[in-house]
């Protein structure tokens, strides 16, 4: 399969336990973005990688969020002292090129369950 | 601020019949693009569309057509003769400017479910 890979794809945490999530986008993708989908609303941009260089990130993404790109490739987002808000779907999504010229594929999710 | 708003939250519909789900939108950008997605039960977004704000014309794939009027801000989606494979939440999406300075961000709308009945 030679989509946009995610790992999990769920967790079940306690609160204040720390979780991390993987992306692996689509080989020859130089964009990635991380979106958060909670139940009945639409996907929310949380941050976005340009090689690896990670270019902007939400207001969503508290403190204990950290999200990397290392060498441009697969990514990581992290999350440290877990909430129950934190509970959501994390979708990962890579294009070539910008939005407006390129194709933005997501993957199928990282779902995250805080108890 | 951006913002997109689907109006309809569901929509339940018999296999064959027409259905067209609304997308209204907000921007003070003059630059802007729009899109479609669908999210089928697995849950990945699928591409369905993308239409700058320069190009009003109105688009046909197959069965699926777009209608978009920027006079009220606004980019319908239509689904001609409906199957139960439609069944999915399709969303309505706006390109954004970030700080990065270029168009990389996407503003959703809460989706429409379609139901599709056999």
């Known amino acids: 399969d030679t989509g946009v890979s995610q790992n999990p794809r769920h967790k079940i945490t306690k609160r204040g336990q720390n979780v991390t999530f993987r992306c692996d986008p689509i080989?020859?993708?130089?964009?990635l973005y991380w979106y958060r989908q909670t139940l009945g609303q639409g996907p929310e941009f949380l941050t976005y990688f340009q090689n690896e260089a990670q270019l902007e990130k939400s207001r969503l993404l508290s403190d204990r969020f950290s999200a990397e790109r290392p060498k441009g490739s697969f990514s990581t987002l992290e999350i440290q002292r877990t909430e129950q808000g934190d509970s959501a779907m994390y979708l990962c999504?890579?294009?070539?090129?910008?939005?407006?010229?390129?194709?933005?594929?997501f993957g199928e999710g990282s779902r995250l369950t805080v108890l | 601020a951006q913002k997109v708003t689907q109006a309809q939250t569901e929509i339940s519909v018999v296999e064959k019949e027409d259905v067209t789900l609304d997308c209204v939108y907000e921007?003070?950008?003059?630059?802007?693009?729009l899109f479609w997605y669908k999210q089928p039960p697995s849950g990945e977004l699928v591409f369905l569309i993308r239409r700058n704000s320069f190009d009003e014309q109105n688009e046909i794939s197959g069965r699926y057509s777009w209608n978009f009027q920027k006079s009220t801000s606004s980019f319908n989606f239509t689904i001609t003769a409906s199957q139960v494979v439609d069944s999915a939440v399709y969303f309505c999406?706006?390109?954004?400017?970030?700080?990065?300075?270029?168009?990389?961000?996407?503003?959703f709308g809460k989706g429409t479910l379609l139901t599709v009945n056999p």
């Open positions: 999406a706006l390109s954004e400017e970030g700080s990065g300075g270029s168009n990389y961000k996407l503003t």
């Open positions: 999504a890579s294009s070539l090129g910008g939005l407006l010229t390129g194709e933005l594929f």
């Open positions: 921007t003070r950008d003059t630059t802007y693009y």
């Open positions: 080989s020859e993708h130089n964009r």
